[in-house]
């Protein structure tokens, strides 16, 4: 595998795992909980493997959904999927599921919807979106919720476009974090919602191109050697997989 080959972590499929972080000062940051529960969990270092260390730091799943309203407005639900390992952390950092069933009492997760609730103010969620080269401003989030069922933790959210810039553009839509601390995948299908005459492509992420310009970047060191108290280069669009929605009529 190429990733394996120049020194990164070989997970599964360019990212089939979980939300997370961005090392930060004495803690972690990264996609909604994972940035405020990685922050807490001093163990995380001592917990991780080794190939953990290296840049991507934690994967993520992620549904997708293109919603549109009755109003002509439109957003981009998302899912964000969690592994159970980091599932796991989040549990017994806030010591919910102590009886270990994989199941939440009401006062548990009301713990967990609080936890989850407030962004920091320097995470703009990891999503751009794009008209040709106008990048779209979201309005903040909206339908946040947290679940936690089999173990997995699953974090989910609208982000509605404040406005879009020409009504008769495809959407290009881009998971992704400037930083590359996390790696986001799309998993399954990308949906429509709300209207039937918008198709959907996806435009994968030219991973020898972006791990080209990463060697370029470090100039040739190990993408491993990268401790977590130095900036790594903003390469995370690079590694983003382009969601492209078209619509027969105006947006």
Request: charge should be negative; glycine fraction near 8%; charged fraction near 20%.
């Amino acid at each position: 595998m190429i990733a394996h080959a120049r020194g990164w972590p070989s997970g599964p499929d360019h990212a089939q795992v979980s939300p997370a972080a961005r090392q930060r000062d004495c803690g972690t940051r990264g996609p909604a909980v994972a940035r405020d529960m990685l922050r807490k969990l001093s163990l995380i270092p001592l917990l991780l493997p080794v190939p953990a260390l290296a840049h991507p730091h934690v994967f993520v799943q992620v549904e997708m959904a293109v919603v549109f309203d009755a109003q002509g407005g439109v957003g981009v639900r998302l899912d964000w999927v969690y592994d159970a390992y980091f599932s796991m952390l989040v549990t017994a950092d806030l010591g919910i599921d102590t009886d270990g069933d994989l199941k939440l009492t009401p006062e548990e997760q009301a713990l967990l919807d609080t936890q989850i609730a407030a962004w920091p103010a320097d995470f703009d969620g990891d999503l751009e979106v794009v008209q040709g080269d106008t990048i779209l401003p979201l309005a903040s989030k909206r339908d946040h919720a947290m679940v936690y069922a089999d173990g997995i933790m699953r974090e989910t959210h609208l982000r509605p476009l404040a406005q879009v810039a020409d009504r008769a553009a495809p959407l290009m839509i881009l998971p992704y974090d400037p930083t590359y601390y996390v790696a986001y995948a799309l998993a399954g299908p990308v949906t429509v919602e709300g209207r039937d005459d918008c198709t959907v492509d996806v435009i994968p992420a030219n991973l020898d191109a972006a791990y080209s310009l990463v060697d370029e970047l470090l100039y040739g060191r190990p993408a491993s050697d990268v401790g977590p108290d130095e900036d790594f280069p903003e390469v995370g669009r690079s590694f983003a997989d382009t969601v492209v929605v078209t619509c027969a009529g105006l947006l």
